[in-house]
């Protein structure tokens, strides 16, 4: 999508149907800076991803992880099994394709759910293998599941 030109919704909808990931997160995000309801958006992004996501969809992956991230972030959905579930999202995306901004993500918000008393033998399994567990002790100096 083109920044300089206002995104109508009909545009929106058809980025997600042609998987343009990018496009849709636009959206969400003129929404949200104008103060526009981005719940129904999320739902339809979260709905549109699931299917590519489960065929090993990288991109669509990280849509759906994002989409419950962003859920707990900005208190529309406290409930932590579902921040438990985009997690596990985000490492698929990230058994693809190692990045420090999704493994910030996935550390900061796993803490979150430690300190709620959950915990995910994935997630943590995740966190202990050499290449993650090295990439992000490169980048902090500490252990990704340290407190």
């Known amino acids: 999508?083109?920044?300089?030109?206002?995104?109508?919704?009909?545009?929106?909808?058809?980025?997600?149907?042609?998987?343009?990931?990018?496009?849709?997160?636009?959206?969400?995000?003129?929404?949200?800076?104008?103060?526009?309801?981005?719940?129904?958006?999320?739902?339809?992004?979260?709905?549109?991803?699931?299917?590519?996501?489960?065929?090993?969809?990288?991109l669509?992956?990280?849509?759906?992880?994002?989409?419950?991230?962003?859920r707990y972030t900005f208190g529309e959905s406290m409930d932590v099994e579902r921040l438990r579930g985009s997690l596990l999202w985000i490492v698929a995306a990230l058994r693809q394709e190692l990045s420090a901004t999704g493994m910030q993500v996935l550390v900061e918000a796993y803490r979150v759910l430690r300190s709620r008393g959950v915990r995910d033998v994935e997630i943590e399994s995740f966190l202990s293998e050499p290449g993650p567990q090295a990439a992000w002790e490169k980048w902090t100096g500490k252990h990704p599941l340290s407190e």
């Open 60 to 70: 669509a992956q990280q849509v759906v992880g994002g989409v419950g991230h962003i």
């Open 1 to 58: 999508m083109n920044a300089n030109r206002r995104t109508t919704r009909e545009d929106a909808e058809e980025a997600l149907r042609r998987q343009n990931w990018d496009a849709a997160w636009d959206f969400w995000c003129a929404l949200f800076e104008s103060g526009q309801p981005t719940s129904e958006w999320l739902d339809a992004m979260e709905v549109a991803a699931l299917p590519h996501a489960r065929t090993g969809q990288l």
